[in-house]
Every structure is written in C-alpha cells, then in structure tokens.
C-alpha cells in the first residue's frame, strides 16, 4: 500500500498540464550576408589601420503561434583614408519556442537572452568573412545585452526611437 500511495503524486503529476516555462531554440540561421571590398586591390598596399566603425541593431517579431524569430543585424565599415578597405552586413537570426514564459518577461528574453545565445555564432561569420577578404579577423569583444536593453527603455521613456545603435569596442587579432 505504500507503494500505491508513493505513485500517486507521480501518476497525478503526469497528468497534470505542464505550466513551467519553456523556451527552445529551434533555429539559427544566416537571414542576409553582404562583404564588400570595393578598393581592391589597392587596399592591400596600403600602410594605414582601418578605423572600424560597428553598428548593432537586434529586433524580433512573431513568426508562428508561440514563435519568434530575433534578428542581430551588424553592420561593420571599414574606413582608410583613400576610401573604404571593406565593408560587411550581416543579419543573423534565430527561431525561438517559448511555451508559458510570462508576457512581462517574454521582452526581457527576446531582446537579451536571445541575442546573447545568437552572439558568439555571428561573432564567428563575421570574423570568417573579413578573413576571408583578406583582412585580418574582426574580433568584436562581447556585448552586454541587458546594458542595451536598458538603454533602449530609456530612450523610449524620453520619447526617442526605439533603434539602438551602438559603437561597439573591437578588437583586431
């Protein structure tokens, strides 16, 4: 009899509709690509760094009941004083499940959590594309996500766009 009443919980948990919340990432992809290196091949020969300009913009929109793609789009330019050296877009985005997630934290998610999982794999397309210009790697240095978050609710407050775009601090390896 112990045994019966052990199960119970477990049979009565079974049965019961599961309203944890979940989320799952069910896709990542690359959306657009864009490498352009206009002054080739007089770009090699020149004896300048590039000044290196970054530009974030992060975004989501429903894609499906419970679904929702969130889109990091990056925009890098690379400047010398004789014209541009290159110039790379990219528009990286994943397809995010959320089952029971709370509509006050649903926001909080798709706008840090999301690109914070998204950031490390358009990191890496983007390094790989300017190397494959025959570039040195741009290594962009981790971005705080939650910081731009809050940033972007601050501007909203204040009445200003709802765009944020950031210079972010980069690295060259």
Do not use: C, H
Request: charged content about 20%; glycine content about 8%.
């Amino acid at each position: 009899m112990a045994d019966e009443q052990g199960d119970a919980p477990d049979q009565a948990a079974a049965g019961a509709p599961d309203e944890a919340p979940r989320v799952n990432i069910l896709a990542q992809y690359v959306k657009d690509l864009s490498f352009e290196n206009p002054n080739s091949p007089g770009v090699y020969q020149a004896n300048e760094t590039p000044k290196i300009d970054v530009q974030f913009n992060i975004g989501s929109n429903g894609a499906g009941e419970n679904v929702w793609e969130v889109l990091l789009k990056i925009d890098v330019s690379a400047k010398l004083e004789q014209g541009t050296a290159f110039q790379v877009e990219l528009a990286y985005a994943g397809l995010f499940g959320l089952t029971n997630v709370p509509e006050q934290q649903r926001e909080p998610f798709l706008l840090v959590e999301a690109p914070r999982i998204l950031f490390p794999f358009a990191r890496r397309i983007l390094a790989d594309t300017v190397r494959d210009g025959n570039f040195p790697p741009l290594m962009l240095e981790p971005i705080d996500f939650a910081a731009l978050y809050m940033q972007q609710k601050a501007q909203l407050a204040q009445g200003g766009s709802d765009n944020v775009n950031i210079d972010s601090p980069i690295g060259q390896a």
